[in-house]
């Protein structure tokens, strides 16, 4: 009775914060502007060994309304002197407030009226700030790093290291006058305006950004980079790397200038920029597209053999086309951030199309559409009560906002959507934008109505979910269509197109507009279509089940002339696993031209098992294509303890493949297949070197796949400080492999808690994480691991850590007997109140603070 009436108390509990989790956050708007803030000056001294920045803001405003006060966001500064100057006036001595979170200059009775300039000078100084501004040097755990700091202000971090109005509504010019070491290099926004050694061991540099952009957008790195240059329509392209990567540029970046040249004359406006830099720094990861100088991490530089299936330019393209969208146009506030974050992701597959056609291009958009559908489920892209800022960094924004853009084009055709495109980037140029400005720019090119479409796309959540069934009637000639949408919600308004195709007539296309949950269509045709594509240029997203007889599947697997439409027949075949299925994929595997599809009946035949699935893949290891091999050494992972693929892998490995992934990913299979001796086998692996240790890292991944404890002796060891980041990480995963298939004892959990423990607060970001995700497969050993992972939670400058903080804090919460977890909930709600009555005590203490102010100014 007690263990019932203390689960009922633990499910209440679970509902109840699970409902308050899920709340909207309060309805977002643009921040409130009382002055318009024309220029930012930065003064600093860099000091990297000692992680602090200090020195001079300089702020030249215009006040918008009468104002008596003016906050800057500005996180844990040590302030020491603020000053205005009033028009042309000489700057006095300011009374401010520093509440830690922002400064804010109270003008009492002396207010700004509105056109009144200003400028503002506050001196001030950051040590190791908790985000924005981020140092490295030698660690316990990486004894190799260099000395780097680099800032990253997106979505409102760069608060912590310059004073700034950190919204994406205000947009000022920007100057950057570091000093730092001699021997670094300083890289900010804009053109170099001069570059002066001291004498005294430091060299200051002066960027000049002249044209408005929005705060987050503002960077600094300083570090030892090489530096390689080449011109652009008269404009600098520099590139900064590690000294050891000079030799991987022209692979990683060699296609810098073609993408210049193409977007700028596809969009009909050329780079807006004084320069373009690309800055590979240690420890970042991705990229960012400060205005005219890209922050991107070192792993996109790569060697020779890598470059065989993997390439920099889906990244490169992404950063390059947000200089126009997210730089040039900026989202109004981060409820649109789709218009930044869709353009550029569409923008990779539109560089893909030129350089590469237009299977690479369909093949990229049909992948950002499932991913889109994935993550645009539960809130619409356009959210107006999104929880933080950094939550709208998501499905939506990414691949669903990418997709969005291709109906678009779809919709209105080449022609009128590049032309829109020119129109919403000329009209908005250095403006903040909001999703009707894109509409408007649309509408006024092309004279289309596109309020339905941009309701269905952007403020609701979901796509359509189709039931389409095909019939041939013979008698009558006729071809039956039936669609249905299935979702709960009201119909999506979509454009219906149906291709049939023959043997020996040209193709007849159909279109419709599908407004209702249901439609019927009758179409009368000449003969029995041999082959019936719906959607087939995917001018929809969607999630579809498609009925159609098996011969339409077989003739579209193999004669279909798009890409996606192959592909989708694989994955039915694959689907539906028969004998005669399965034959018709092995024949396409060996056939097919494209590499996308044929790793698409890679994945089908390894869904679908069996022999003849196994000796296709077997024969497909030998295919020319690297990440089609890839693709079949993955699926044969699935055969397991199977000796035929146990010795062809064993071969493959034991000679070695041209690409790194193909040989790490048959490591990986080998490993899965446990044969008998893999360990001393896998082990000889770890002294294979490897581009990023892609190899030792697969290795030790495969090591942990097996049922042997006593390889934790050796995973150990491949934690251990100084040993390769990525490998730390594959350490960590492979750890939690072997107690998740109860391979480990209590003691043993234990030792890797506290082993994981120990290391997780000196990690570095990728490997922490991995640490992170392995502690919930701990078992009850990782509940010691919870008073570190709250602090993380809270704490940790990176939203990713936080984030998978939060994760493992809940799968090891879950895990725990209902009477830990009613005691934790309790803890947890009691800790709640405390934070609220310090908290309300603050808002009572600061509202106390500025009482005075207020009775002097009604006086």
């Excluded at 003008?107 to 190791?128: E, F, N, Q, R, W």
């Excluded at 908790?130 to 000395?147: A, I, Q, R």
Aim: charged share 25%; with cysteine; glycine share 6%.
């Amino acid at each position: 009775m007690y263990y019932r009436i203390l689960t009922s108390i633990l499910v209440l509990l679970t509902v109840t914060l699970t409902a308050v989790a899920q709340e909207d956050g309060p309805f977002r708007t643009a921040g409130d502007r009382p002055t318009d803030i024309e220029h930012i000056r930065l003064d600093l001294k860099v000091d990297i060994p000692n992680k602090t920045a200090g020195g001079q803001a300089t702020i030249d405003l215009v006040a918008l309304r009468d104002t008596r006060s003016i906050r800057f966001d500005a996180v844990d500064f040590d302030v020491s002197r603020v000053t205005i100057a009033r028009g042309e006036g000489r700057p006095a001595p300011v009374r401010f407030t520093d509440d830690g979170d922002a400064i804010e200059l109270l003008l009492g009775d002396a207010p700004l009226v509105p056109g009144t300039k200003a400028t503002i000078t506050i001196d001030y100084s950051v040590t190791d700030p908790k985000n924005g501004l981020n140092f490295f040097g030698p660690s316990v755990m990486d004894p190799d790093t260099p000395y780097v700091v680099w800032s990253q202000g997106e979505s409102v971090t760069n608060r912590y290291w310059f004073p700034c109005f950190d919204h994406p509504n205000e947009m000022q010019t920007t100057e950057m006058i570091v000093t730092a070491d001699a021997g670094n290099e300083v890289i900010s926004n804009g053109h170099l305006v001069s570059r002066q050694p001291n004498g005294d061991g430091t060299v200051t540099f002066h960027w000049l950004q002249d044209k408005p952009h929005v705060a987050y957008l503002v960077t600094l790195i300083v570090g030892e980079f090489h530096r390689v240059q080449e011109m652009w329509r008269g404009k600098p392209v520099t590139y900064y790397v590690p000294k050891e990567h000079v030799d991987d540029v022209q692979r990683s970046f060699g296609n810098t200038t073609r993408m210049l040249e193409h977007f700028s004359n596809i969009t009909g406006v050329e780079y807006p920029w004084a320069k373009y830099a690309q800055t590979c720094a240690f420890g970042f990861g991705g990229g960012m597209e400060n205005t005219s100088a890209t922050t991107l991490g070192t792993s996109t530089l790569h060697d020779a053999r890598a470059h065989l299936d993997f390439s920099s330019d889906g990244l490169v393209a992404h950063e390059l086309a947000h200089q126009w969208f997210g730089d040039l146009v900026t989202c109004k506030d981060w409820s649109h951030l789709w218009l930044n974050e869709g353009f550029a992701s569409f923008f990779s597959p539109v560089w893909t199309e030129f350089d590469l056609g237009k299977d690479e291009y369909d093949y990229e958009i049909y992948n950002s559409m499932q991913r889109g559908i994935r993550g645009g489920k539960e809130r619409p892209v356009v959210d107006r009560n999104y929880t933080s800022p950094g939550s709208m960094f998501d499905g939506r924004a990414y691949p669903k906002g990418a997709s969005i853009l291709h109906m678009l084009r779809r919709r209105v055709g080449d022609e009128m959507f590049w032309a829109s495109v020119k129109q919403y980037l000329t009209e908005n140029g250095h403006h903040p934008v909001e999703t009707s400005d894109l509409r408007k720019s649309f509408e006024r090119t092309t004279g289309r109505s596109l309020e339905r479409f941009f309701y269905d796309w952007t403020e609701r959540p979901g796509a359509p979910e189709l039931d389409v069934r095909y019939t041939w009637i013979e008698e009558d000639r006729l071809a039956e269509v039936k669609i249905k949408q299935t979702q709960e919600a009201d119909a999506f308004h979509i454009p219906i197109e149906i291709e049939f195709r023959f043997d020996e007539r040209k193709p007849i296309t159909v279109r419709r507009e599908m407004t209702d949950k249901t439609k019927r269509f009758l179409f009368p045709l000449p003969e029995n279509p041999t082959i019936v594509l719906f959607d087939p240029r995917d001018a929809v997203l969607k999630e579809i089940d498609e009925h159609k007889g098996r011969d339409l599947w077989a003739a579209q697997l193999a004669d279909a002339p798009y890409v996606t439409a192959r592909l989708r027949a694989a994955i039915h075949l694959g689907d539906e696993g028969g004998h005669r299925d399965v034959a018709l994929l092995a024949d396409a595997l060996l056939k097919e031209k494209f590499w996308g599809v044929a790793a698409e009946i890679a994945e089908a035949l390894g869904e679908a098992g069996g022999d003849e699935a196994r000796d296709a893949l077997l024969a497909g290891i030998k295919l020319e294509h690297p990440k089609v091999r890839r693709a079949c050494v993955a699926e044969l992972g699935s055969f397991h303890k199977d000796e035929k693929v146990i010795s062809a892998l064993y071969a493959l490995i034991q000679k070695g493949d041209a690409s790194y992934r193909v040989e790490s990913a048959a490591i990986r299979s080998y490993g899965k297949l446990q044969p008998e001796d893999a360990v001393s086998f896998l082990t000889t692996l770890l002294d294979r070197d490897s581009h990023r240790h892609q190899i030792q890292s697969a290795a030790l991944s495969a090591i942990g796949s097996q049922d042997d404890p006593t390889v934790l002796g050796t995973l150990m060891e491949w934690i251990a400080p100084g040993q390769p980041r990525n490998c730390r990480a594959a350490a960590y995963g492979a750890m939690g492999t072997l107690a998740d298939n109860g391979h480990l004892s209590n003691d043993e959990e234990d030792r890797v808690v506290a082993a994981i423990s120990e290391h997780i607060r000196v990690e570095q970001r990728f490997a922490k994480g991995a640490a992170i995700r392995t502690l919930p497969k701990l078992g009850q050993s990782a509940k010691a691991a919870l008073p570190l992972l709250r602090s993380m939670e809270a704490n940790d400058a990176q939203r990713r850590v936080r984030a998978a903080a939060k994760t493992a804090i809940k799968k090891i919460t879950e895990a725990q007997p209902a009477e830990v977890q009613v005691d934790d909930l309790r803890k947890s709600l009691d800790k709640l109140s405390e934070e609220n009555d310090a908290l309300r005590a603050r808002v009572e203490k600061l509202e106390a603070r500025s009482q005075p102010e207020l009775i002097k100014e009604d006086g």
